[in-house]
């Protein structure tokens, strides 16, 4: 058989079983089965394997929708739902049976247990015996009445499945170590496995992206593949995300669902960018537009050994992007960080302003709107250390003056107002420093704020006036 790849176009797929949010492990699998999908101008599609009815939930399949579309991996189909084809699913098997591929076993729980017991006490590996196994001249047991068998998958017994991973390289299952698998329950529902097999199948995937936690599932599924006659795909285990001290990834080492990093501050290319560098590379290069990511991305350079999550350059890469791209690009969730703060953004200058002010000194969406906040709403107060350190009976008299000062100014702009206060200080025979930080205070509430002149202009002439009015009253209390 040829691999799929050679003769077909490149067709991936993203399996999330909705049992929770989109964690960041599940986002970077999506990543790389979008891009490996865009970089041969291929599909990238989402199915959403719900079988599981007691874990599976509608608020789960929402938050993987929202994940997703934040982070702007879109699929190239409407989304597949599993539950939405049980018809098929016993179409397959009704088949499968028809073609001595499958077959109905009547074990009961009792007699498997017995079974497994026996072979517990030969110390021999618990496996399915065959019992209900037809083969060419065996004569099967007495169907027992009232029994709804199960049915199992005639797995062969012979021979080895070799995966050639596009991650792992060869990995080698003996036939023998693979049981019969049961593909259909008692009560006629498919199992997780065989469900995974048809959608596959039907779906054209020819590279099954995923995480090697499924590693051991690959061989039984392929068996299934190779019995329906479907064209094999390739397979790609991704290797698993570590925290930075090398245990299993958990909350406390951070957040583990994507929309927490949103929440956190993080823009959805700069989370992007950090997560394919997690596990894979290109040279040494650290930043990559999502059009590179996508002609660059392949599985030669993505490594097999688990990476390590590193919440410090996450915020590193963060901070690149947040100073680097253009402010249009990040309205939209500096607008939702402002909102979510209780700041209403009509309130005050254009965001594009404020991003360009702001974005050196802040790595984080987060601390940007809190930074920015004095921008759009009134002052809760003044931060006391810096109002002690900088407001006092002269500098009240200062603040005064250079108000009448500004209120002259024929137009308020950037430059106009750092001649304004630049010069005032110099008529003062004072150093900027001295007369911008009572300011700051005066208008921002503390002693941090972009140039004090880019400060003015974003605030603008009627809230600078009134601040530093108030600022004159509050220190002549
Ligand atoms: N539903 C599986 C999971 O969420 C993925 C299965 C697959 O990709 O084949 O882990």
């Not at 991996?73 to 939405?84: A, L, N």
């Not at 097999?304 to 249009?328: C, G, T």
Request: proline share 5%; aromatic share 10%; glycine share 8%.
């Amino acid at each position: 058989m040829f691999a799929a790849s050679k003769i077909m176009p490149v067709v991936t797929r993203f399996a999330p079983s909705p049992t929770g949010y989109l964690h960041i492990g599940g986002a970077r699998t999506a990543l790389f089965s979008y891009l490996y999908a865009k970089r041969h101008n291929g599909k990238y599609l989402l199915r959403i394997e719900d079988t599981d009815l007691e874990r599976s939930t509608d608020a789960a399949v929402k938050a993987i929708f929202e994940g997703l579309d934040w982070l702007g991996i879109p699929s190239d189909i409407e989304p597949v739902f599993q539950t939405q084809r049980f018809d098929r699913y016993k179409a397959v098997i009704e088949q499968m049976l028809e073609d001595g591929t499958a077959y109905h076993c009547y074990c009961s729980r009792e007699e498997l247990d017995a079974m497994r017991a026996e072979q517990q006490a030969r110390k021999e590996k618990p496996r399915y015996d065959g019992r209900w196994r037809p083969e060419s001249g065996k004569l099967l047991p007495e169907r027992p009445a009232g029994v709804a068998p199960v049915v199992r998958f005639k797995n062969p017994l012979q021979g080895e499945v070799v995966i050639n991973d596009l991650i792992k390289g060869r990995i080698v299952f003996a036939n023998e170590e693979l049981d019969d698998l049961i593909i259909a329950r008692g009560d006629g529902t498919p199992t997780y496995n065989f469900c995974v097999v048809v959608d596959d199948w039907d779906m054209g995937v020819t590279h099954v992206v995923r995480g090697d936690d499924h590693v051991n599932n690959t061989p039984r599924q392929i068996n299934i593949l190779k019995a329906l006659g479907a064209t094999l795909p390739e397979y790609a285990h991704v290797s698993m995300i570590l925290g930075g001290d090398g245990q299993k990834l958990s909350k406390r080492h951070g957040a583990l669902g994507v929309m927490e990093y949103r929440a956190m501050g993080f823009l959805p290319e700069a989370l992007l960018n950090y997560l394919v560098r997690l596990g894979w590379s290109h040279g040494d290069q650290e930043l990559f537009t999502r059009e590179e990511m996508m002609t660059k991305f392949d599985f030669d350079h993505v490594s097999a050994s688990p990476a390590r999550f590193d919440m410090e350059k996450a915020w590193w890469v963060n901070h690149q992007y947040l100073k680097s791209v253009d402010p249009l690009l990040v309205v939209a969730e500096f607008d939702w960080h402002l909102r979510r703060i209780g700041v209403e953004p009509e309130n005050g200058p254009a965001l594009t302003a404020v991003i360009e002010q702001q974005r050196e000194r802040c790595r984080s969406l987060v601390e940007m709107a809190e930074k920015s906040k004095f921008l759009f709403a009134d002052l809760d107060g003044y931060n006391e250390k810096d109002a002690a350190k900088h407001f006092n009976a002269d500098s009240a008299v200062l603040l005064n003056e250079l108000r009448a000062q500004l209120e002259a100014l024929p137009e308020w702009t950037a430059p106009a107002l750092h001649v304004a206060v630049n010069g005032f200080a110099e008529g003062k025979g004072l150093g900027l420093g001295k007369i911008a930080q009572p300011i700051r205070v005066a208008v921002v509430g503390m002693a941090i704020s972009p140039p004090i002149d880019q400060t003015l202009f974003l605030l603008g002439r009627n809230r600078t006036l009134a601040r530093l009015a108030a600022a004159v009253a509050f220190v002549g209390q």
